[in-house]
Nanobody
Framework: QVQLVESGGDLVQPGGSLRLSCAAS???????????SRWYRQAPGKERELVAA???????NYADSVKGRFTISRDNAKNSMYLQMNSLKPEDTAVYYC?????????WGQGTQVTVSS
C-alpha cells in the first residue's frame, strides 16, 4: 500500500510563489514499477483537472493554463515529488492533489489547499 502526503499549501497574494511537496511511503520513485507522477487540482464547483505530469523517461507535461509558471519535479532519493508554482493567480486557487501510478494501481494524496488572494 502506497501513501502520499501533500504539504506546502497556503494563502498567498497574486504574483507570489509556493512549492508543494508530495512525500511517498516507500521508495516507489526509485523502482521500475513507477509510472506517471501527476499533480491535479480541483477548485470549488469545478471538476478535477490535470495540472502537470512526469511520465516515463522524465518527460514533463503541463496544462496550458500553467505553462511557464509551474514546474513539476521529482527527487527519487527523497521519495518525493514537487510542484513549484510562480506568478500565482486567483484562478489557481484550488485543492491540489498528487497522483502516481505504481504497479497497476493509482494512488492519491489527501490534498493541500492553495488560496491566491489579496
Amino acid at each position: 500500500q502506497v501513501q502520499l502526503v501533500e504539504s506546502g499549501g497556503d494563502l498567498v497574494q497574486p504574483g507570489g510563489s509556493l512549492r508543494l511537496s508530495c512525500a511517498a511511503s516507500g521508495s516507489i520513485f526509485r523502482t521500475k514499477g513507477i509510472g506517471w507522477s501527476r499533480w491535479y487540482r480541483q477548485a470549488p464547483g469545478k471538476e478535477r483537472e490535470l495540472v502537470a505530469a512526469i511520465i516515463r523517461g522524465g518527460v514533463t507535461n503541463y496544462a496550458d493554463s500553467v505553462k511557464g509558471r509551474f514546474t513539476i519535479s521529482r527527487d527519487n532519493a527523497k521519495n518525493s515529488m514537487y510542484l513549484q508554482m510562480n506568478s500565482l493567480k486567483p484562478e489557481d486557487t484550488a485543492v491540489y492533489y498528487c497522483n502516481v501510478l505504481y504497479g497497476l494501481r493509482e494512488y492519491w494524496g489527501q490534498g493541500t489547499q492553495v488560496t491566491v488572494s489579496s
